[in-house]
């Protein structure tokens, strides 16, 4: 037990500094939307559809007091002047450490076992998406404090959702509809792999999936009223609440010839998204159980949701997705656990 103990408090400081490597190179190959720049959303000034999305800035916000102890006693060790950026960079790190450590557990209540060390898979497909064709390599190099903290609350939503630990769910839930609207994909994801089917008349599919439909309608309700309640204190914003996506076959006619885009110089570098790691997924499918399986069928309902909402030729925009990938690839080639539930 002592062993196990301190294997995991190893890993958890690897995880630490696996987040600090990502968040520096994360910061110094990508830079703001002016209209949504986190000086702007930090000030309550951004446009509406970025200012909606304030707790990273709240958070940073309230250590900014902090700032002269954090120069007077780190300034040795950071390259670079400390100020609110670098704030903001602790928060990513943070975040990203608790997204790797969130996996395993991800893939065991879906009933996979998996090793501490494959969760680092999911650094593959976000440096790759995030950092490589978002800014090294190609790309936008688009950077907005939010996108990797989604990540995040949305693997904690669904396991504790998973767990029915509604006490802890909630504060979650509430932080979560405050980084990113997207967390409604933490209620749509409990939903479906919660969802009991077998019964064939609807009002028995009703009955026996009452609780979970008053969790969602009550989630839901919270959703829309932090929606409303956000839209309208900052009504008086300029720009729009919605965005107006980019046309993408646009940008898939450009992939066949060749041709350079706003987004992406080598458009044909988009083809490389996740780092393929989405193709695991589909060869192995039948190795995937029932939850694995519907998980994934999460992630084409997202994929249908970012062609209303998104530009979908950045590669940022696929945050959650992110996850549901590499859960489904580490799913294929792990184990079940003896108490998972057949496929």
Known sequence: MKILKLNYIAFSLFSLLS???FTYYYFLYTHEYPEGSYQRIANYEADKVFQTRLLITS???SFEPLLPLLINTAQWAVPYPINYEVILQLI????LTALILLIRPLAEILGYAITPAASLLILVPVSWNFIFINGLIDGAGLYYPYDIPSLTFFAAGIILFLQKKWLWF???FILACLN????CFITLGGFLLTLQIGESKFVELLKSNRRIIAQVITQA???LALRLILSYAF????GEFFEKPHSMIDFIILIWSGEPHWAMQNTRLFLTLFAGIWIVPLLYWKNLNQSAKRLWGLGIIYLLALVFRSNM????VYNELNVIVTVCALCAFSPKLPSASPS
């Open 180 to 183: 990113r609207e997207s967390a």
């Open 235 to 238: 009504r008086n914003n300029p």
């Open 221 to 223: 309700c919270i959703w």
């Open 170 to 172: 909630y504060p979650v």
């Open 92 to 95: 990513n790190a943070v975040f």
């Open 59 to 61: 958070i940073a916000n």
């Open 19 to 21: 987040g600090f490597v």
């Open 313 to 316: 030729m950045e590669t940022r």
